[in-house]
């Protein structure tokens, strides 16, 4: 369960999400995320793949998270 930081709202997740969720702490991009959900629910790179995009997006919407950009180093 997560409480929106304004108290006003709380969101149960399902483990898939919450794990996503978790990942999501700035440093891990969409393919780090997905390698670990890989990992750890032993799903197709594809599958976790478009779990993380669709539950990152849910979580954008809602204001759990900021989502930015990811930037190569040159």
């Known amino acids: 369960m997560v409480i929106k930081d304004d108290g006003l709202a709380t969101h149960v997740m399902n483990k898939t999400a919450a794990f996503i969720w978790e990942m999501c702490d700035g440093k891990s991009g969409i393919d780090e995320i997905t390698e670990s959900l890989c990992e750890r629910f032993d799903v197709s790179f ?6 993380v995009r ?19 180093g040159s």
């Open 54 to 72: 669709e539950i990152i997006e849910k979580l954008t919407q809602l204001g759990l998270i900021d989502q930015v950009e990811e930037t190569t």
């Open 46 to 51: 594809q599958e976790a793949r478009t779990d």
